[in-house]
């Protein structure tokens, strides 16, 4: 799976648009880009994955670039409760069998 | 649906001891897996299962044993707890794809 690489942390005010990258430069044609977040002292959560083309579903968008070297996550409406970790993993769908890997992620602290 | 389910919450054992975290789901997942995550580190994968009767280590299996005799359970052992065991221990599971992944809430294990 390829590497993947994120800010360590951001801020973003209460009901504004959270935009978070990721940088996946090295990402084959059939790895997928996939998000979660962890909030603090819960398991980990999926938020959205894509593999070329934008995709949105209730909790955020997802907006991958034409050579797909990066990725953004947008959270439309941040609130509070979206202070969390957030990881993007860039894995093969549908094949293999080895865990997630998680790296450092970014924190998103929402600030009201 | 219950989701992911993981018990106990919280556990502490002392060294030496041995003990079993339970983990089932009720979504008809094949793929389930146990993460480890340390204080301001990712998760680690211990052990997965592809399906019933089928087992197999992941990154640090050392110290754990698992089973899967069913879909729905997939229970990790210590077999002899050490204090390097303190963590965060988290079960998960998914269809075949193992990038779409659904979390338990997770078990905090102190061992002294």
Redesign the interface.
């Known amino acids: 799976d390829a590497k993947t690489t994120q800010p360590p942390s951001m801020d973003c005010a209460e009901g504004r648009a959270a935009n978070l990258p990721c940088n996946h430069s090295t990402i084959s044609g059939n790895e997928y880009v996939y998000w979660y977040r962890q909030i603090h002292s819960q398991g980990p959560q999926y938020i959205i994955h894509g593999l070329k083309n934008n995709e949105t579903n209730e909790m955020a968008s997802l907006i991958i670039t034409e050579d797909r070297k990066s990725s953004t996550l947008i959270l439309p409406h941040a609130t509070l409760r979206d202070t969390a970790v957030y990881y993007c993993i860039a894995l093969y769908s549908g094949g293999g069998a080895d865990g997630l890997t998680f790296g450092k992620g970014t924190h998103l602290i929402i600030q009201p | 649906n219950a989701g ?1 389910t993981q018990t106990p919450k919280f556990q502490v054992l002392k060294t030496g001891q041995s003990m079993t975290l339970q983990c089932a789901q009720d979504m008809n997942h094949e ?1 389930m ?1 146990w ?1 480890r995550q340390d204080p301001g580190m ?2 680690r ?1 211990i052990h ?1 299962s ?1 399906g019933a009767g089928i087992t ?1 280590q ?2 640090v299996p050392n110290g754990y044993n698992v089973s899967r005799s069913t879909t729905e359970d997939f229970p990790l052992r210590l077999l002899s707890a050490a204090p390097s065991q303190t963590s965060v221990y ?1 079960c ?1 599971s998914s269809y ?11 078990t905090r294990l102190t061992v002294t």
Not at chain 2, 96 to 106: I, K, L
């Open positions: 992911v793929y897996s993460y990712g998760l994968l997965y592809v197999d992941g990154e988290f998960a075949v794809d193992r990038g779409e992944q659904y979390f338990g809430p997770g």
